[in-house]
């Protein structure tokens, strides 16, 4: 079983919602994956939307006020990235197991 790591700086109701379809295919491609949501801030998907996308991710953790020092650290223990890079000063670029 992989390990997907997605982060994303925050999710307020709007952005949230944009991001379903593709939480809904990303679990379709990987229906037998463990997916880990992590946000710098608050997250309404295990709240307000949580009855919408239980069976999408496996894993929360908000309000983490990550930055690029303990990613570089974490990262390593998850076969895929998903994030935006410029929330740590980063170029954007295609990886063989980080998307951006």
């Given amino acids: ?3 997907i790591l997605i982060y994303s700086g925050q999710d307020q109701i709007g952005d949230a919602i ?28 295990n709240k307000e939307l949580s009855i919408f996308i239980k069976s999408y991710i496996n894993k929360f953790y908000d309000n983490t006020e990550l930055n690029l020092a303990p990613w570089k650290k974490i990262s390593n223990k998850y076969d895929l990235k998903i994030c935006r890079p410029q929330k740590f000063g980063l ?8 998307c951006t």
């Fill in 1 to 3: 079983m992989k390990k």
């Fill in 18 to 45: 944009i991001k379903l379809p593709f939480l809904f295919y990303l679990r379709e491609e990987f229906p037998n994956d463990e997916i880990i949501w992590m946000t710098y801030s608050g997250t309404v998907y």
């Fill in 91 to 98: 170029p954007r670029r295609h990886h063989r197991r980080f």
